[in-house]
């Protein structure tokens, strides 16, 4: 179980990003995190990868809570898809994306390649393995990026803004993907349909804070959601 409590982020211009949030994200659950550009929820996501680090409060993965000392085996076990898939993708082809992360926790190369191999078979791009990132679609560059994660065998996901750009067939394909995975998802997004299609359970923020938490009932609650300014 990855655990949040009472977590407060701020920007070192003072900005308090994140304010006394209190959330836990379950073994398989998938959970959207929405709300107005501004809100919090990229800034949520990268603090649990330590990319910021909380001013007070906890993040707890298991028996294990967030420090710096033990980021790198926390950022195995977590693992964020970016918005852009090119910040994931920087190789010359798939193949050697998807193998940077084992490689770079010391696996051997035997290793390496059949992590490499069965991650590629299982999000169904086999066929990309010795292609460039630069000679990819969208849809595929997306399936990469979320391969060069999944090659760390994690054991929860987080995407960001994981449908933008992407046209209805590769919303489709990537639905379908991710519904496969059976690890815990936090999904950050402005797609509602997409997040009622995918995940069980909602947090909507608005000014770093959740104020809901509940079902997909709260997609549909139009008074909730111009209030967030949605």
Do not use: W
């Not at 501004?38 to 707890?60: D, E, F, H, M, N």
């Not at 852009?84 to 926790?105: H, K, W």
């Not at 390496?112 to 849809?139: D, Q």
Request: include cysteine; hydrophobic fraction near 45%; aromatic fraction near 4%.
């Amino acid at each position: 179980m990855l655990l949040i409590n009472n977590l407060v982020i701020e920007y070192p211009d003072g900005l308090r990003a994140i304010n006394d949030v209190t959330f836990s994200l379950k073994d398989g659950e998938n959970i959207a995190v929405i709300g107005a550009n501004g809100a919090g929820k990229t800034s949520l996501l990268l603090s649990l990868v330590g990319i910021l680090l909380p001013q007070s409060g906890q993040i707890r993965l298991g028996n294990e809570v967030l420090q710096k000392k033990n980021l790198r085996r926390i950022r195995s076990q977590i693992g964020m898809v970016f918005q852009n898939p090119d910040d994931q993708l920087f190789m010359t082809s798939i193949f050697e994306d998807v193998a940077f992360g084992p490689r770079s926790y010391d696996l051997d190369e035997a290793e390496t390649k059949e992590r490499v191999a069965n991650t590629l078979k299982k999000l169904r791009i086999e066929h990309l393995a010795e292609r460039s990132p630069l000679k990819l679609s969208g849809g595929e560059k997306r399936i990469a990026a979320i391969a060069t994660v999944m090659a760390m065998e994690p054991e929860f996901l987080l995407f960001d803004e994981p449908t933008a750009f992407l046209d209805p067939r590769a919303k489709r394909n990537l639905k379908d993907i991710l519904s496969d995975l059976p690890q815990g998802k936090l999904i950050a997004t402005h797609d509602l349909l997409f997040a009622e299609e995918l995940c069980s359970r909602v947090l909507l923020l608005q000014n770093g804070q959740i104020i809901a938490d509940g079902g997909v009932n709260i997609l549909h609650d139009k008074e909730l959601l111009e209030t967030a300014g949605l």
